[in-house]
């Protein structure tokens, strides 16, 4: 089983610094990591379809249409960090507010990427990932180490190839595709290594 503070502490042992117990401990480490945790969590969910946080959801209807361009609005779920696509998939839709689903069907069916907060169901990859985007995004506040970062950016480029193989093997053959917009819109801490599944 895995925890926040285990692939915390993974990020730290990168970055050469002493382990914490708990994310709650009264020392920078413990303090920093508990900040930007979740943050880093839930940008590095929705940069990806892994397969461990994908979900399905009818979804419920929303009195009153759209004042124009769909002919349904339709609630998301509370859990949602990144809609993936509707029905048979070649439906068209706009996510609105964080909160609705713009479309003309008249029943919509959401595949969507879930906010998961139980580490034990993490993928050992996205652990191993998550754990380098902490050390990234914390290296500077607890090592001033400008070559640091730079080799540690550069063994997270390494890994992902490896994510890319693994993700290519299991299910169908889904086409991966750079997203440096996503990266950079939602706080990719090495700003330009993102990717994202076809689903």
Known sequence: MSSSTEICNSALIKLGQERISSLSESNKRAR??????????????????????MARAQLSLVSGSPE???????QL????????HLNDKTARFKVEEN???????VEAELL?????TDESKY????????????????????????TLKQDLIAERKEFLRDVRSADGQEGTNDQLMSDTWLESRWGDPTGDYGYEDGI
């Not at 124009?68 to 339709?74: E, I, L």
């Not at 779920?77 to 993936?84: F, G, H, I, Q, S």
């Not at 993928?123 to 400008?146: G, H, N, V």
């Open 77 to 84: 779920p509370t859990d949602c960090l990144k809609a993936v």
């Open 123 to 146: 993928s050992p990859m996205f652990r191993e990932l998550l754990a380098y985007d902490i050390a990234i995004d914390l290296c500077t506040a607890l090592t001033q180490k400008r």
């Open 32 to 53: 920093l990591c508990n900040e930007q945790y979740s943050k880093l969590r839930d940008s590095r969910l929705q940069s990806h379809y892994w397969n461990f946080a």
């Open 68 to 74: 124009f361009g769909f002919d349904y609005r339709y």
């Open 112 to 116: 969507y990427v879930k906010k998961i």
């Open 99 to 105: 909160a609705y689903v713009h479309t003309n069907l």
